[in-house]
């Protein structure tokens, strides 16, 4: 999974859940502006093919003071393995054999002709394209200016599997 998760910090959790009726709504709106302007960057970064990478990139209010924005594209077939993770990490340099499967429905073709498209896929190396990485790096550098416009610190983090 990739992904980027906003959280209030410990101590200002504490501290917010003390006085939760008048502060909660500010933070709560501040954290929603944090991560639908994160989204939105995110959506600028990933790369465009047919536009499902940036489409699929979602904001999940995780709790009261926690959100989650993360690509949700997946592939075709069963294994519905997420799209973005050999987008963000490159491919062909893990040995991976794209999911045949996927693309004989992706294309509409049989499985024959599938395995022989994948196999040409998985004989290139795809360059990595951290776009979750790049959205990370500039919301770090956005934190001060969000957390100056609400009284709480605002940490992020970024998980990459």
Excluded at 135 to 143: D, G, H, M, P, V
Aim: positive net charge; aromatic residues 10%.
């Amino acid at each position: 999974m990739i992904s980027i998760r906003l959280d209030g910090d410990k101590k200002t959790k504490n501290k917010l859940n003390a006085v939760i009726s008048g502060l909660s709504k500010t933070v709560m709106e501040t954290l929603d502006k944090v991560a639908y302007d994160t989204q939105a960057h995110m959506k600028s970064e990933a790369p465009y093919h047919t536009g499902a990478l940036a489409r699929s990139i979602t904001v999940t209010s995780l709790s009261t003071f926690s959100r989650m924005i993360e690509p949700k594209a997946t592939n075709f077939g069963p294994n519905k393995n997420k799209y973005a993770n050999p987008i963000e990490s490159g491919w062909g340099t893990i040995g991976a054999f794209p999911n045949v499967t996927s693309i004989s429905l992706y294309y509409g073709v049989d499985m024959k002709m599938a395995f022989a498209i994948a196999a040409g896929i998985a004989s290139k190396t795809y360059p990595a394209n951290p776009f979750v990485k790049r959205t990370y790096e500039w919301l770090k550098s956005k934190l001060d200016d969000y957390s100056s416009q609400c009284a709480t610190k605002i940490t992020a983090i970024y998980k990459s599997s």
